[in-house]
């Protein structure tokens, strides 16, 4: 890995999302389920599972896997915020995942798979941590969700993209022990 490439990885995701639209960033597990999920929500309209958050510059997915780069799995959201409020993105991620259990979901287990909420706008922020603090009213243990900036988002391998909406069946690595949440 070559670390000269750190002030890339460590940027802001500068894409810019199609007209009218926003785009945040959501890490909740093993990005399949999660990425299903939001591609449920009424208004979003693209979803792209990728690593973000990391420092070793267009990660392949073998590297996030090894522990070493720190990114997290992630799925890119884009939403219409006339047809999709940033509070119905925020409650498809907490009923999504388990923000408790830090680097793991069920047995996938790795800093990749860290539950956090990345903001492109201040109001974003603003919102997620007004909803981390209503969240950690209704549960009895310490919710490790991360609340940060969005960095570069890097987008994952083809074969990741969509992969329950196109029905689960193309070869994966065995790290990724997806739990299929409903």
Same mark, same amino acid.
């Given at each position: ?23 945040? !960033? =959501? ?8 990425? %299903?999920?939001?591609?449920?929500? @009424?208004?979003?309209?693209? $979803? ?29 959201? !884009? =939403? ?8 119905? %993105?925020?409650?498809?991620?907490? @009923?999504?995942?388990?923000? $408790? ?82």
């Amino acid at each position: 890995m070559d670390s000269s490439s750190s002030s890339i990885a460590q940027g802001p995701d500068d894409d810019v999302p199609a007209p009218g639209q926003q785009f945040t !960033q =959501f890490g909740a597990g093993c990005f399949w389920g999660v990425e %299903l999920a939001f591609q449920r929500v @009424a208004g979003v309209t693209k $979803t792209e599972v990728g690593y973000s958050q990391g420092f070793f510059h267009n990660p392949t997915y073998n590297d996030v896997c090894s522990g070493t780069t720190n990114h997290s799995e992630i799925v890119r959201v !884009q =939403f219409d915020p006339n047809h999709c409020t940033y509070h119905n %993105l925020l409650e498809a991620f907490w @009923a999504r995942h388990d923000p $408790t259990t830090l680097n793991r979901q069920g047995s996938d287990v790795g800093t990749q798979y860290r539950s956090g909420m990345y903001f492109y706008t201040p109001e974003q922020e603003k919102e997620a941590r007004e909803s981390l603090e209503k969240q950690q009213k209704l549960l009895d243990r310490k919710i490790v969700t991360e609340i940060l900036p969005a960095k570069k988002f890097y987008r994952a391998e083809e074969y990741h993209q969509q992969y329950l909406a196109k029905g689960g069946r193309f070869e994966y690595s065995e790290r990724c022990l997806c739990i299929l949440l409903s």
